[in-house]
Structure formats: C-alpha cells, structure tokens
C-alpha cells in the first residue's frame, strides 16, 4: 500500500458554492499532507468547510481551485465517472447513519462494493469473510441490519469500507449514533486498524475521540487553524 | 452477465418488497396487452378462418351479369353461344369460361319429394371440398353433358339415410339423374347460413339441354397474374359486339372482393390496435409514475451506492432493470389473459367461420417485445434522474 508518496496531498484547495449568481466561498485554501498509515482526526464546528473538505477528500466533489492527489493520483479534475472508480478502488467510505442495505444481509453488503468492481460471486462471498473477520463478525455473516446491534451494524459498515483494500478510509462521525460503551469498542477497532497500518481521516465533534487519533486538523472558516499531534489534546 | 443476473435478482427483490404497489401499477400492463393479444390474436384468427373457408370454394370468378336495371334488359340477355364466344376471345387469359344457373327443382326418389336448390358447375374446378363417398363431377361429364349430380351430405340424407345415394337415379324437374357422388358437410356455418347446406350441382352442359333460359350469369377463370381492369375490358368489347353497345353488364372481380374483404378486417384490427398502444402508453406513464417515487425514496440508498464507488451506468442499469422487470411481468401476465381470451373467442367464433389459426408465435412475440419497449422507455428518465443524482445530496437525504 506505501508506494512512497502521500497518501493524500492536498494544495491551495479552495471551494466555492455558486447558488445562482452569489457565490459562497467555503474553502479559502488548504494545504495537507497525509502519509500512509497515518491516523488522522478533522475537527471545526459546523460551518467551518469541514464537510466539504471531507467530500472533496472523499472524490465525491471536486475543488474549485488547488491540487489534490490521493495515492500518488492527481484526482482534482476528474469527471463523474473517473472519480466513481476513484471511490470504488481506494477509498472506503464510514458514515455516521451506518448506511446499510436493510434487506440485505451482512456479507452482501460487505462485498457490495466488490460488485461494482465487477468480482465474481464467489471471490466477493470469500473477501467478505475475510474482513469480517477483521472487525469480528463472522458468526453474523447471514444476519440483516436490523438484526443487528449499532455497533455491529458500524462493524459492518467498517468492513465494507476495508474490502476493497482502500488507500484512505474515511469516517463521518463513526461514533456518531452510538452510545458510549458502543462507542468505545468502534474506537478501539479504529486503533486495530491503525496498527495494522490503515491511513485513516476521521471527522468528529467529540475531543474523547479526536484525542485516539494521532493527528488532528482544526478548520475554521475555511482554512487549517491548526494541525498538531493529538497528545497535545488537553484531557 | 452475471451483472444483469444480479439486477434483475435486485429488481425482483425490490418489486417484491412493495407487492401491492406493483401490482397495482402492473394492472395497467395487464389490461393493455391482454386488449392488444386479444384484439389482434382474434382478428388474426378469425381472417385465417374467414379465408380457410372462401378458399376451400377455389378461386372466386369474375362473374359477368346482365344489368336489370338498363332500359332494355332482353336485347342484352346472354345468349347459347356467348360463353363460347367469350371464351374464343379471351383465349389464353382465361381457363374457361363458364354459364351459370341456378334454380329451385322439384326433386323425388320414390314417394319422397321435395324441392332443391340446383346449381351448375364446370369443368375448372380448384376447390378444397372434400367428397364423403363418390366422386366430384369431371371436365368429362361437362363435355359429354352426362346426366349426373352431385348431393350435398343434407340432401343426400334426405333420400338416402343409410348412405348408399351414389349409383342412385333421382327424378328432377321431369328428367332422371344419377347421383355419382355425395360433398362432406362444409365445416363453415358461416357458408351453409349464406348460401344454405341444401344443393344439388349438375354439369352447366347438362342442365343448358334442359332448358331454354338464358344463363343466370357467366364465370370466367383469369389465368394466374391477368390484370383485371384489362380483362374487363375484353370482356364488354366482346359483348358489345355481340349484343350493340347499348347492353349493360356488371362485372364483378371475385378475387379483388377477397382483397376488399381482407383490408377491411386490417383495417379493424389496426384501430383497436392504435386503441391498445394508447392503452399501454397509459401503462408506462404508470410506471414512470411509480418509478419516479421508487428514485426519489431510495435516494439514500443511490448516495450510498455512488459513494462506494458505482457508476452512473450502474444506477441506471439497476432501475431500468426494475422498471423493464415490471412492465414485462405485466405484459407477460396480460398476454397470457389475452391468450386465454383469444383462445375461448376463436373456439366460440369457429362455430361459425370453421378452424381458426392462433398465431401464437406472433403474439408472444408482439407482447414481450411491447413490453420491453415500455420498461425501457418509460423506466428511462426515473433511471436517468436516479444516475445523475449528487452523491453528497443524496446521502443528506
């Protein structure tokens, strides 16, 4: 997975909404750089660009202005259907409503992006076994969402996001809808990740949560106001 | 492939899921196609009968009449020699040309008597009938003016009821015949109720010997490819010649007729055609209807889908595939109705136009490939709307 750039390097990136003939500036220009494995949190409070950095971060936007590679790809320019096989191939996608489809059972779900890749039935079914594993679900393989606990139901959504070996995963307020207890066990899935060398970006309101990552990014008003090591975290 | 197996595996659970909801917009397949298969299936059937029938009868002359309704009638009567005359001047054109009559004889054998339509036949003979015992009378029997006939099953019944009329001698408007064959019944009651199930035909050679009446009418058999309008023609100069060109006669194309008559039913068939394709235009307005609502309540889940990496393509694929899915388990479930219909309705109208040919290739043909042709373009722009969906704004839902 290191090929030795970056995981994500971003430069000058600016954003800016047009809604009719005014334009709403949200990004004033930021510059990042990730490196592979590193465990990364995003905090700002609402308003400040931290959801649009996150779409952008997440090719599900494009900047207004600046560069943004991801793994070693320069991904700012890119039309709808290139940045959809951006997504598909590396980048894996937690959110904070889990977003699973309900009728369909944990495995299927897991390997849906695995679909999309074009994977046969049989090589999905095998690779979703092996990343539920991962987040320690086996024995719920068969059971639908809503037979699911939230925090199995994250584990699900987790292993999703890891089945296609992603560069970057991405976390929206994983912990979100969970309650403290439940929360916990995901942020400790989290770190098992990181150790095992996952670049992951997370965005969160909560400190407790930002202060398990080991960097965090604070965006205000558009910008990085700062950007520091998260034992600087006052508990 | 496998893909497509996968869609379609996904639109069935999806229509399964909100079962009312699709079977309600399904009705509207259901009704137009069934209209269609039955309308056109009936049609279809009922033209291959109505013309199994005629054809049986051989090729429809052109019959040549005497105009009633000229000022003097009597100067253009046929007379002995036109038909031969007619025939000399025609030549090559024409198989033969034949005088016709027609008349109500007293007919008895023993104590029984009744009266009978009799009818002339000639030597050009090309029907289909079939004969339940004896033989159909032959170009031989016309050139020798033999003294014979052939019995309808009705009339033969009438005189003979255990079946044994051929070699039979019956007395007929004082002469005596013998009967040398027996036609099965005609299948058609179409046919019988027109021209009637009772007749007697005798050779036209034989019955001109008995009589000093002029024929009834002339018919002539066109060779095969003879343009009407010219034989026509022909026929009037010729007699015009014979009869002043003051006589009046009408000229009636047999086959043409044939023609008319299947137009006709075209034409039938293609308005209540046009009257099923609005009804199936309704259909699919239906389920670009329903399919709208299916996009807009699955947004989140086409957020998701887009986030994880699926393209426009493959959100398209997926709810066309719904909406052609839906419109072929309508169609499909309409056809079957409609055969059903068909097929009761052509078994009902056989009593009357005789077997009838369902063509059931042609109609589960027509109905998928309708079908198909509505998932596909109605289900186009909910599919559309759906692919084009903003990934961002779709998960905020």
Do not use: C
């Given at each position: 997975m290191n090929n030795g750039t970056h995981a994500i390097q971003l430069r000058a990136i600016t954003k800016t909404y047009k809604n009719g003939s005014l334009e709403v500036p949200v990004l004033h220009g930021i510059d990042a750089d990730v490196a592979h494995g590193e465990y990364v949190a995003v905090m700002g409070p609402s308003g400040s660009g931290k959801s649009t950095l996150m779409n952008i971060i997440g090719c599900l936007d494009r900047p207004t202005g600046g560069n943004y590679v991801l793994d070693g790809e320069d991904v700012s320019h890119l039309n709808d259907n290139q940045l959809a096989e951006i997504r598909l191939?590396?980048?894996?996608?937690?959110?904070?409503?889990?977003?699973?489809?309900?009728?369909?059972?944990?495995a299927k779900n897991v390997a849906l992006p695995l679909f999309y890749a074009g994977v046969g039935t049989r090589e999905r079914q095998r690779r979703a076994m092996a990343v539920l594993e991962e987040v320690g679900l086996?024995?719920?393989?068969?059971h639908k969402p809503n037979e699911l606990s939230g925090g199995q139901q994250q584990r699900?959504?987790?292993?999703?996001?890891?089945?296609?070996?992603?560069?970057?995963?991405?976390?929206?307020?994983?912990?979100?809808?969970?309650?403290?207890?439940?929360?916990?066990?995901?942020?400790e899935l989290f770190d098992k990740l990181h150790e095992s060398g996952r670049t992951i970006i997370m965005v969160t309101h909560d400190e407790n949560v930002a202060r398990r990552a080991r960097r965090v990014i604070r965006i205000l008003d558009g910008l990085i106001v700062a950007d520091e090591p998260a034992s600087l975290i006052k508990a | 492939m496998t893909r497509i197996f996968a869609y379609l595996a996904e639109a069935f659970a999806s229509l399964w899921r909100n079962k009312a909801r699709s079977l309600l917009t399904m009705l509207g397949m259901i009704i137009g196609t069934s209209s269609i298969i039955t309308v056109f299936g009936l049609s279809k059937a009922a033209t291959s009968g109505i013309e199994s029938t005629l054809t049986s009868f051989g090729t429809i002359p052109i019959s040549v009449n005497?105009?009633?309704?000229?000022?003097?009638?009597?100067?253009?009567?046929?007379?002995?020699?036109?038909?031969?005359?007619?025939a000399d001047a025609l030549g090559d054109e024409v198989y033969e040309v034949q005088p016709n009559w027609s008349r109500n004889w007293p007919v008895s054998y023993g104590t029984k008597k009744n009266y009978y339509s009799v009818s002339?036949?000639?030597?050009?003979?090309?029907?289909?009938?079939t004969m339940s015992s004896g033989r159909k009378i032959g170009p031989e029997d016309v050139d020798t003016a033999a003294r014979v006939v052939d019995l309808s099953q009705s009339v033969a019944d009438k005189f003979f009821p255990n079946g044994d009329a051929v070699g039979k001698e019956l007395t007929m408007n004082g002469?005596?015949?013998?009967?040398?064959?027996?036609?099965?019944?005609?299948?058609?009651?179409?046919v019988t109720s027109l021209g009637g199930s009772d007749f007697i035909a005798i050779p036209y050679s034989t019955f001109a010997r008995t009589t000093s009446d002029p024929p009834d009418g002339l018919n002539i058999y066109p060779v095969k490819g003879v343009n009407f309008d010219t034989i026509e023609k022909q026929i009037l100069d010729t007699l015009h010649h014979i009869h002043g060109p003051q006589a009046q006669y009408q000229v009636f194309d047999?086959?043409?007729?044939?023609?008319g008559f299947d137009k006709t039913l075209n034409i039938v068939g293609t308005g209540l055609a046009a009257i099923g394709t609005v009804a199936l235009l309704v259909a699919g307005?239906?389920?670009?209807?329903?399919?709208?609502?299916?996009?807009?309540?699955?947004?989140?889940?086409?957020?998701?889908?887009?986030?994880?990496?699926a393209s426009r393509a493959d959100i398209m694929l997926q709810f066309l595939m719904e909406s052609v899915v839906l419109a072929v388990l309508g169609g499909g479930t309409g056809m079957c109705l409609g055969l059903l219909v068909t097929i009761g309705g052509a078994s009902m109208l056989s009593k009357y136009l005789g077997d009838l040919l369902i063509p059931y290739l042609l109609v589960v043909t027509i109905a998928l490939s309708f079908s198909i042709a509505v998932g596909m373009i109605f289900g186009l722009y909910p599919a559309y709307r759906a692919a084009t969906k903003d990934p961002i704004e779709a998960l905020r839902s």
């Open positions: 191939k590396k980048l894996g996608f937690v959110f904070q409503g889990f977003n699973l489809l309900a009728r369909t059972d944990a086996t024995d719920r393989a068969k699900v959504a987790i292993a999703r996001a890891l089945i296609n070996d992603p560069a970057v995963l991405l976390a929206d307020e994983p912990t979100g809808n969970l309650d403290t207890k439940t929360s916990a066990d995901i942020m | 005497v105009d009633g309704s000229q000022n003097y009638p009597d100067r253009a009567q046929f007379l002995p020699g036109d038909a031969q005359r007619l002339t036949v000639g030597k050009y003979q090309d029907d289909t009938l002469g005596r015949y013998t009967v040398i064959g027996v036609y099965a019944p005609i299948k058609s009651p179409l047999g086959a043409g007729f044939l023609k307005i239906g389920i670009m209807n329903i399919m709208l609502v299916t996009v807009t309540e699955r947004t989140r889940e086409i957020g998701l889908r887009k986030s994880i990496g």
